[in-house]
């Protein structure tokens, strides 16, 4: 919760660095401790174990300086990486204001990486966060590491709605700021309450507000005519609302991975081990950057997959009548996805269990 | 939750402060510190000088959650009450209200009975004073003007670069 002190013209923000277990969240804060001017910075409080692991928590102040007759200041906060502190975490992401995500980029990780996220998500939905509204951003972190997964990777599994994102080497400080100053922006136009509008989007809204005024989107047509590559915007409202009713629409609210996927041996096509020789892009996806046509492609494709394997309602009869096989591996965890968890609450049509009850009686 | 604003404006604070002062000084303790929940400090009175009260109200309100967090688990809504013992100085944390966390430092002028009494006593008080200013309607935005965005981009260069950092630019700071 951003605390707005007119006494003392201070705006305090609460920024959290979440992620699996040693995937560098403390590091980010070292690194920031270390950079940062002195002025600028207050002490790095680490509550961790006799080997260094993060405990409770580790808390780093910064000020930013003063705008608009405002002192900013930020706390940022790591939390316990292991599975069983789950409830230091929770307790962590109280009154959280942005988060970072900090995934590692090793193949062999990725399970944790996607267990990881799915608790936040469940932590965060204990706390009644508006989902759509809360600040995230994404850092793949170890690039230099041989073996890791590729960014299309990380991004069709962890963050297929697009979020900003980083890759970096905390070690090495790549990739530390610029994920702190997107989310450190993202946060404050939050506070402003300024709507991060995007041209593209204002463009694609206005093209939905012409076509489709008084009623939303209702058949595939219409769900195909508003996909354009513009969704890569930010939390836009419309757009989002559409992904969403697709999403329900396909009945799919989950999103499955197999684990042997990442832990076996073949990599999958894509992935180039020996990263670290390539210089790091840090190309974040925010509001005013057009989006990269390769990404948006892959999570355009991945959608049209998805429609054209006739997941419409009754995704569960196609399959059965000899389509492709589900996704979701036996055992596999599976991850909600952001723009899933958030319409989560939205029940199936009523009458759909009868309808489908009756179809199958019918074919029998 | 996360989209809620805490606002304090200088009413309140004065308040707060006048309450707290009271409290101080009847209970003979070296300084008080109004915490709220997310970790973020209120405001604070006393000999506060020496301490980093930035730090402090992050791990009081940790320390506090962690309590409720064990309440919970043994059945208890939540411990009200937390008191640390040292060699010289104590801490006794109360809460005051549903959102914020008291905290008084006191050492051996006085006694763990009086600070308790009067925090009591006090933490009544500021809940009031909390409960009326989150009532209230304010009209006051902000004050964050459109070139709001230029003025922290410029300052979140200077702040996290790689380098040494950059000279302020006068034309961005408004006070």
């Given amino acids: 919760m951003v605390s707005i002190n007119y006494a003392f013209k201070e705006i305090w923000c609460k920024i959290v660095f979440y992620g699996p277990g040693l995937s560098g969240k403390t590091t980010n804060l070292q690194y920031v401790h ?5 002025q600028a910075k207050g002490e790095l409080i680490s509550l961790a174990t006799d080997q260094d692991r993060t405990l409770f928590f580790d808390f780093l102040p910064v000020d930013i300086g003063k705008i608009n007759g405002f002192s900013i200041k930020f706390q940022l906060y790591t939390v316990p990486g292991q599975v069983y502190y789950n409830a230091t975490r929770r307790l962590v992401l109280r009154g959280v204001d942005g988060l970072v995500f900090v995934a590692d980029s090793q193949r062999t990780k990725m399970p944790e990486n996607i267990e990881s996220y799915q608790d936040l998500l469940e932590n965060l ?3 009644e966060y508006d989902l759509e509204k809360l600040p995230l951003v994404f850092q793949y972190n170890k690039r230099d590491l041989s073996d890791v997964c590729s960014v299309e990777e990380l991004e069709s599994t962890l963050n297929p709605q697009g979020l900003p994102h980083f890759e970096a080497v905390a070690i090495q400080g790549r990739g530390v700021f610029d994920t702190l100053k997107c989310i450190s922006k993202l946060v404050l136009d939050q506070a402003k309450g300024k709507q991060v509008v995007s041209e593209s989007e204002v463009l694609v809204k206005e093209m939905i507000v012409d076509k489709s005024k008084p009623a939303p989107p209702q ?5 195909e005519e508003a996909k354009t590559p513009a969704s890569a915007s930010l939390f836009p409202e419309t757009l989002e609302s559409l992904k969403e009713k697709e999403v ?4 799919q609210g989950k999103l499955s991975i197999a ?17 670290s020789e390539e210089p790091l892009s840090s190309q974040p996806k925010t509001e005013t950057e057009p989006s990269t046509p390769e990404k948006r492609e892959g999570f355009e494709t991945q959608k049209e997959e998805k429609l054209s394997e006739g997941f419409i309602y009754d995704g569960e009869e196609k399959r059965q009548e000899g389509g492709p096989p589900p996704p979701q591996a036996k055992g596999s965890p599976t ?3 952001w723009s899933s968890a958030r319409q989560k609450k939205e029940i199936k049509p009523k009458g759909f269990f009868l309808w489908r009850f009756l ?3 019918i074919k029998r | 939750m996360g989209q809620e604003y805490q606002v304090i404006y200088e009413e309140e604070i004065g308040e707060i402060e006048r309450i707290l002062n009271r409290l101080v000084k009847n209970s003979h303790a070296k300084c008080a510190l109004l915490v709220d929940k997310d970790g973020h400090l209120i405001t604070r009175l006393g ?12 791990l009081l309100a940790g320390s506090f959650a962690s309590t409720k967090e064990i309440a919970r688990l043994v059945g208890e809504p939540e411990f009200s009450v937390l008191f640390h013992q040292g060699k010289k100085d104590h801490i006794h944390v109360c809460l005051a209200g549903e959102r914020s966390i008291l905290a008084v430092i006191f050492d051996d002028r006085t006694t763990l009975g009086l600070v308790r009494l009067y925090a009591k006593e006090i933490s009544e008080e500021l809940a009031t004073v909390l409960a009326s200013a989150t009532k209230k309607k304010r009209d006051k935005g902000t004050q964050m003007d459109s070139d709001f965005s230029a003025s922290l981009e410029s300052k979140l260069d200077d702040i996290f670069s790689e380098g040494e950092p950059k000279p302020t630019k006068p034309s961005n700071l408004n006070g």
Avoid: V
């Fill in chain 1, 34 to 38: 270390q950079k940062i001017p002195p």
């Fill in chain 1, 125 to 127: 939905e204990g706390y």
């Fill in chain 1, 219 to 223: 058949s595939m047509a219409d769900l």
């Fill in chain 1, 248 to 251: 329900d629409a396909m009945g």
């Fill in chain 1, 259 to 275: 684990p042997e996927e990442w832990s076996g041996s073949p990599p999958p096509s894509g992935c180039q081990p020996g990263h």
């Fill in chain 1, 335 to 337: 991850i909600i996805s």
């Fill in chain 1, 359 to 361: 179809n199958r009686l």
């Fill in chain 2, 47 to 58: 000999f506060t000088q020496s301490l980093d009260t930035t730090a402090l109200a992050a």
